[in-house]
């Protein structure tokens, strides 16, 4: 029996139809319109494509977009001069600093001088550091594992007291999602390159998250029957007999694993569309901050 299909793509539309008529209400309410500010440093082809879909997504949501392309030869000085700005301007509500920086840039430096109130990527240091702690909630959430975490919700997972694997230990998803598995009450095991016999480990999963970066890795006979397998990959691989000579696959073996699971993301098509999402809604949350601090 084939696993529940947990479609991102229609989850995020309708999150994005409650986000826009949230937006539409600030408007009208307070004269508020929430701005997102996307800082891109050089020219990679993927970042740039992130940040392009990020603006599009603002747009059909109501929120004002502000881009900012800087060369790749950017300061440190330079790039820290622009988010004070950004930290001192009323419309922008949000900053968004598109990763990975070039690397002499200090990037812990850059996301520690993001506004706590605007770091809408919760990567500021103080976020992840509440978010790693007990008893201690983060102003936002990152917005990849608070994707997973929804599309957990919306299929009804009981988080509290399941086994959880987390495949990869990446700052920006492995290791938050774990966290928040913690904070959910899971019993949390993360696996990375040094897991020894990976297979079994990850088969004793009732929830898998799997972003570790390496097409279709995770395979049926890995997978315990009627697991959640949440996959966060998202890899091009090459494919002639496809119109463009490519596709993109996730971490998972997506059919083979169906075939397993209790229920499954696609990908793409499951967590991706999720991102944008939170990133909006964490946007929405940061301009409802400000006008309760303004008293509006």
Same mark, same amino acid.
Request: charged share 20%; glycine share 10%.
């Given at each position: 029996?084939?696993?529940?299909?947990?479609?991102?793509n229609?989850?995020a539309? /309708?999150?994005?139809a409650?986000?826009?008529?949230a937006?539409?209400?600030?408007?009208?309410e307070?004269?508020?319109?929430p701005?997102?500010?996307?800082?891109?440093?050089?020219?990679?082809?993927?970042?740039?494509?992130?940040?392009?879909m990020?603006?599009?997504?603002?747009?059909?949501?109501?929120?004002?977009?502000?881009?900012?392309?800087?060369?790749?030869t950017?300061t440190?000085?330079?790039?820290?001069?622009?988010?004070?700005?950004?930290?001192?301007?009323?419309?922008?509500?949000?900053?968004l600093?598109?990763?990975p920086?070039?690397?002499?840039?200090d990037?812990e430096?850059?996301l520690?001088a993001?506004?706590?109130?605007?770091d809408?990527d919760?990567?500021?240091?103080?976020?992840?550091?509440r978010l790693?702690?007990?008893?201690?909630e983060?102003l936002?959430?990152?917005?990849?594992?608070?994707?997973c975490?929804v599309?957990?919700?919306e299929?009804g997972?009981?988080?509290?007291?399941?086994n959880?694997?987390?495949?990869g230990?990446?700052?920006?998803?492995?290791?938050?999602?774990?966290?928040?598995?913690?904070h959910?009450n899971?019993?949390?095991?993360i696996?990375?390159?040094r897991?020894?016999?990976?297979?079994?480990?990850?088969?004793?999963?009732?929830?898998?998250?799997?972003?570790?970066? /390496?097409p279709?890795?995770?395979?049926?006979?890995?997978v315990?029957?009627?697991?959640?397998?949440?996959?966060?990959?998202s890899?091009?691989?090459?494919?002639?007999?496809?119109?463009?000579g490519y596709?993109?696959v996730?971490?998972?073996?997506?059919d083979?694993?169906?075939e397993?699971?209790?229920?499954?993301?696609p990908s793409?098509?499951?967590?991706?569309p999720?991102?944008?999402?939170?990133?909006?809604?964490?946007?929405?949350?940061?301009?409802?901050?400000?006008?309760?601090?303004?008293?509006?």
């Amino acid at each position: 029996m084939s696993a529940q299909i947990i479609d991102g793509n229609v989850i995020a539309e /309708r999150m994005q139809a409650e986000i826009a008529a949230a937006v539409q209400k600030m408007k009208d309410e307070h004269g508020v319109t929430p701005g997102l500010a996307a800082v891109l440093v050089g020219d990679n082809p993927a970042s740039r494509q992130y940040v392009g879909m990020k603006r599009r997504r603002c747009a059909k949501v109501g929120i004002d977009s502000f881009g900012y392309e800087l060369p790749a030869t950017t300061t440190q000085e330079e790039l820290h001069k622009l988010i004070l700005e950004l930290n001192a301007d009323p419309k922008v509500h949000g900053i968004l600093v598109q990763l990975p920086l070039p690397d002499h840039i200090d990037e812990e430096a850059i996301l520690g001088a993001i506004q706590l109130e605007k770091d809408v990527d919760g990567f500021h240091p103080v976020n992840i550091g509440r978010l790693a702690m007990k008893g201690r909630e983060p102003l936002f959430i990152p917005a990849t594992p608070y994707g997973c975490m929804v599309l957990l919700d919306e299929v009804g997972v009981q988080v509290s007291g399941a086994n959880a694997v987390v495949l990869g230990r990446s700052n920006i998803v492995g290791l938050p999602a774990a966290m928040l598995l913690l904070h959910r009450n899971a019993t949390v095991t993360i696996c990375h390159s040094r897991t020894k016999d990976l297979p079994a480990v990850v088969r004793t999963a009732d929830i898998l998250i799997a972003a570790v970066g /390496r097409p279709e890795m995770v395979k049926a006979d890995w997978v315990k029957p009627g697991a959640v397998v949440i996959d966060v990959g998202s890899n091009r691989i090459e494919d002639p007999t496809a119109e463009k000579g490519y596709r993109w696959v996730g971490d998972v073996a997506f059919d083979e694993v169906k075939e397993v699971a209790g229920a499954i993301t696609p990908s793409p098509g499951g967590v991706g569309p999720m991102t944008i999402t939170m990133l909006l809604k964490n946007t929405l949350r940061a301009a409802e901050m400000a006008i309760a601090k303004a008293g509006k």
